[in-house]
């Protein structure tokens, strides 16, 4: 009987140290799982944050371009507007000059 409660005490030893071994591999594992976790999670972000670099990127280039646009268009319409100005001054200046001379020289009050 000593023999056998000797064998049955060996034998739960060994299955205790198995189950500590598998205990041990199954935490080794978790630690590996967690560290390539958080190493696939730091590369999620990583990559989201350059991608919303990107993004910002084109976002501000259409802004730049697009105000470019319309700064250039503001000014062909101010352009514009000037050289028709500058046109009807060209052709009612001499009619007005002259429209002041004949009152001048008939003595009309204007």
Known sequence: ???????TLTALL???AEARSIVEK????????????????????E???AQEEQEI???????????AQIRNDILDDAKKQAQHWEELYQRNYEK???FVIDHIISNKPL
């Open 57 to 67: 990127q084109r976002i501000l280039n259409d802004v730049r371009t697009l105000s």
């Open 26 to 45: 199954a935490e080794n594992e978790a630690r590996k799982l967690r560290d390539q976790t958080r190493k696939e999670a730091q590369r999620i972000l």
């Open 1 to 7: 009987m000593e023999k056998r409660l000797e064998e």
């Open 96 to 98: 007005a000059v002259n």
């Open 14 to 16: 060994e299955a205790e």
């Open 47 to 49: 990559d989201a944050k």
